[in-house]
């Protein structure tokens, strides 16, 4: 349960701090994002 816990908590910041950098770089974050994942 802890172990859970605290990959939850890596997975939240790494998604902020995922959500930053998208917001500074919109334009290429789209472009990196169509080009691997979709």
Excluded: G
């Amino acid at each position: 349960m802890y172990n859970n816990y605290n990959q939850y908590k890596i997975i939240t910041n790494y998604t902020k701090l995922t959500y930053t950098i998208y917001a500074k770089n919109k334009k290429y974050f789209i472009k990196v994002f169509k080009t691997y994942v979709i």
